[in-house]
């Protein structure tokens, strides 16, 4: 069951990861796609964990996370590497490219998914402090 889950969550992160891509050469037209896809797919899931981390540490232990600067410039360091090794090092970027992967087969379904993960977690940027600030 577990490696159930652990395939899920990999799809999601293929899923991401190729619309994050599009964007990158549609709409910024950038020289080093790849290179950029990894680092803005590295923003928002360092802008996610640093959200959760911040509501479970207001919530449950009463400790503000947005006022730890030390982990909240580690994060998105450690995440850069990981996801560096994952899709670039290995070359599962190139074949994700090559595969398409959508979620259960929707292609409008995959970049509202898409479109929801980046709203959720830029905007993090904007309530998260004052969402923190309201539990502790």
């Not at 577990?2 to 991401?16: P, S, Y």
């Not at 896809?37 to 996610?48: A, G, N, P, R």
């Not at 207001?58 to 030390?70: Q, W």
């Not at 990981?82 to 599962?92: A, E, L, M, T, V």
């Amino acid at each position: 069951m577990h490696q159930f889950q652990i395939n899920k969550a990999m799809k999601l992160l293929d899923v991401l990861y190729y619309f994050y891509y599009k964007y990158t050469i549609k709409v910024l037209k950038d020289n080093e796609p790849l290179a950029t896809t990894v680092f803005m797919l590295s923003i928002s899931e360092s802008f996610f964990c640093n959200g959760m981390a911040s509501i479970i540490g207001a919530k449950y232990f009463g400790v503000s996370i947005s006022s730890n600067k030390p982990f909240l410039f580690s994060v998105p360091i450690i995440i850069l590497i990981i996801n560096y090794f994952y899709f670039q090092k290995s070359g599962r970027g190139k074949e994700i490219i090559i595969e398409k992967p959508l979620l259960f087969g929707s292609r409008g379904f995959s970049i509202a998914v898409t479109l929801i993960f980046w709203i959720v977690t830029f905007s993090w940027l904007f309530w998260g402090v004052s969402a923190e600030n309201s539990l502790l």
